[in-house]
T-cell receptor
Framework: AQTVTQSQPEMSVQEAETVTLSCTYD???????LFWYKQPPSRQMILVIR??????QNATENRFSVNFQKAAKSFSLKISDSQLGDAAMYFC?????????????FGKGTKLSVKP | NAGVMQNPRHLVRRRGQEARLRCSPM?????VYWYRQLPEEGLKFMVY????????ESGMPKERFSAEFPKEGPSILRIQQVVRGDSAAYFC????????????????FGAGSRLTVL
């Protein structure tokens, strides 16, 4: 069975600085998708960024980028120029390309604090 | 577009009572997913439904839990004879298309329903 591990329960960053959140996963599959979701205090789950495993190029979305290392099964999220609104829980998630579309497997999350 | 709407946002039940959680998907979305989030945990998949069909219920507990998505109206997650261990946040998500093995269709989540069992 696939698993997703986020080894940092909490992280802190100074406003305008850069922070990297770690995520590793375990799978025997070669084709899959990886996601980062943000959950602010409102509890709304918001998609931050996604990566297809067959793509070697790392995904980027404005200030958010990933470092996808398929061989190492690592999928870290980098947030540049951190803003106060980035403070939230961040969840890494995995989905098999061949499985049920909805069966996302989540890590336990990393709580990010942003200091002014 | 109102997004995925869940209600109630907060629900309190005593042990043995029934809990019903509702989810209206985004306009035009015909696929609904339910997830449960226990305290200090990530979300765990429960069930995936299309209109009038259960596609994947591999994450649903075998007893007391059921889900439906009728032709008309919202999707309902029903928990009978609730116990304290059912206390959690229950999230609904919806999507437009069923994945056909390529691409990664995006799930849009609601704000969740927090169930507290006394």
């Amino acid at each position: 069975a696939q698993t997703v591990t986020q080894s940092q329960p909490e992280m802190s960053v100074q406003e305008a600085e850069t922070v990297t959140l770690s995520c590793t996963y375990d799978t025997s599959e070669s084709d899959y998708y990886l996601f980062w979701y943000k959950q602010p205090p409102s509890r709304q789950m918001i998609l931050v960024i996604r990566q297809e495993a067959y793509k070697q190029q790392n995904a980027t979305e404005n200030r958010f980028s990933v470092n996808f290392q398929k061989a190492a099964k690592s999928f870290s999220l980098k947030i540049s120029d951190s803003q106060l609104g980035d403070a939230a829980m961040y969840f890494c998630a995995y989905r098999s390309a061949g499985g049920s579309q909805g069966n996302l497997i989540f890590g336990k999350g990393t709580k990010l604090s942003v200091k002014p | 577009n109102a997004g995925v709407m869940q209600n109630p946002r907060h629900l309190v039940r005593r042990r043995g009572q029934e809990a019903r959680l509702r989810c209206s998907p985004m306009k035009g979305h015909s696929h609904v997913y339910w997830y449960r989030q226990l305290p200090e945990e990530g979300l765990k998949f429960m069930v995936y439904l299309q209109k009038e069909n259960i596609i994947d219920e591999s994450g649903m507990p075998k007893e007391r839990f059921s889900a439906e998505f009728p032709k008309e109206g919202p999707s309902i997650l029903r928990i009978q004879q609730v116990v304290r261990g059912d206390s959690a946040a229950y999230f609904c998500a919806s999507s437009l298309l069923r994945d056909r093995g390529y691409g990664a269709n995006v799930l849009t989540f609601g704000a969740g329903s927090r169930l507290t069992v006394l």
